[in-house]
């Protein structure tokens, strides 16, 4: 038993580890601001959680799972709360291509105040 949940933690660091490496890629790579910002939440926070049931896996320890527990749960609380404002800030100092929106609700939004 315990050689198939290392084997297990093992894969969910590696593939945790790669999405977090997309993520970073994906930083450099993306042409504006919204992808960018998309790319640094959604494949680090998954990578994220996978690194953490990866690890406890491996440690299997209660207070060790409690903290990871905490880390992904203050994680998941934050990181898309913190891209959204990212990302109106962003649009509204012009920084967002217009020509990539499909749907622009800010615009809206904003015109009607």
Known sequence: ?????????????????????????????????????????????????LVLTGCALRLRDAVDITTLLLVAVFSMATAPVAAHMIGRAGYRAGLAREDLLVVDELRTADDKR
Not at 6 to 16: E, K
Not at 21 to 47: C, E, I, N, W
Request: glycine share 12%; aromatic share 2%; proline share 4%.
């Open 1 to 49: 038993m315990n050689g198939v949940l290392d084997v297990a933690a093992g894969v969910c660091l590696i593939v945790g580890a790669l999405l977090g490496l997309s993520a970073g890629v994906a930083l450099m790579r993306f042409p504006d601001l919204l992808s960018r910002m998309h790319a640094a939440t959604k494949p680090q926070v998954l990578g994220l959680l």
